[in-house]
């Protein structure tokens, strides 16, 4: 079975600064997906970034990042210039060949002024 | 596009009672999903809908919990005689036919079993 881990229950990092998430999964299967997913205090979840497992070439979106290896199964998610609006639980999860998504435990993120 | 809709947003029950929640998806998404998510926990897969047909079901889902689907539009999931244990956020998602991997949440329904 699929299995993800964030081995960070909390990180902070000061506002405009660059801060690195990290998450390990474990799969069989060779054609996947990947996604960050941010979710700020009492509100929906939110896509930040997706990867699929097939591109070598790590997905961006403005300043989010992955940094993608997918031999050793691992799926960072860097964020530059945080900014007060980043804080959130943010939540690493692999989708399945039925898209079914299966998910870290959570990072909490802590940006300080 | 307003987005996948639940109701309630709240729900406190006493043990013992049956609850129902809904989940409005975006117009025309073809599969709804059913996740819960516990107090600092990531969500964990309950269920999901391909139009009306229910296609998994996690072994979470006890027999007291049971989904539907009519005519592929709204879901409902309903909880019988409720457990404190079922506390939780009930979340649902919904994607589209040409995109089954971009999966749009809703806000949620935070169950309370006191």
């Known amino acids: 079975a699929q299995t993800v881990t964030q081995s960070q229950p909390e990180m902070s990092v000061q506002e405009a600064e660059t801060v690195t998430l990290s998450c390990t999964y474990d799969t069989s299967e060779s054609d996947y997906y990947l996604f960050w997913y941010k979710q700020p205090p009492s509100r929906q979840m939110i896509l930040v970034i997706r990867?699929?497992?097939?591109k070598q070439q790590n997905a961006t979106e403005n300043r989010f990042s992955v940094n993608f290896q997918k031999a050793a199964k691992s799926f960072s998610l860097k964020i530059s210039d945080s900014q007060l609006g980043d804080a959130a639980m943010y939540f690493c999860?692999?989708?399945?060949?039925?898209?079914?998504?299966?998910w870290g435990a959570g990072t909490k993120l802590i940006i300080k002024p | 596009d307003t987005g996948v809709s639940q109701n309630p947003r709240h729900k406190i029950t006493k043990r013992g009672q049956n609850v129902t929640f809904r989940c409005d998806p975006i117009?025309?998404?073809?599969?709804l999903y059913w996740y819960r998510q516990t107090l600092g926990q990531g969500p964990e897969f309950l269920t999901y809908f391909q139009n009306e047909a229910q296609l998994e079901k996690s072994r979470l889902l006890s027999d007291r919990f049971s989904a539907e689907r009519p005519k592929g539009s709204f879901s409902t999931l309903e909880i019988q005689r409720t457990e404190q244990g079922d506390s939780a956020m009930y979340l649902c998602?919904?994607?589209?036919?040409?995109?089954?991997?971009?999966?749009?949440f809703g806000p949620g329904t935070r169950l309370t079993v006191t």
């Open positions: 998602a919904s994607s589209p036919r040409t995109a089954a991997y971009e999966q749009y």
């Open positions: 990867q699929e497992a097939y």
């Open positions: 999860a692999y989708m399945d060949s039925n898209y079914q998504l299966i």
């Open positions: 117009s025309e998404h073809n599969r």
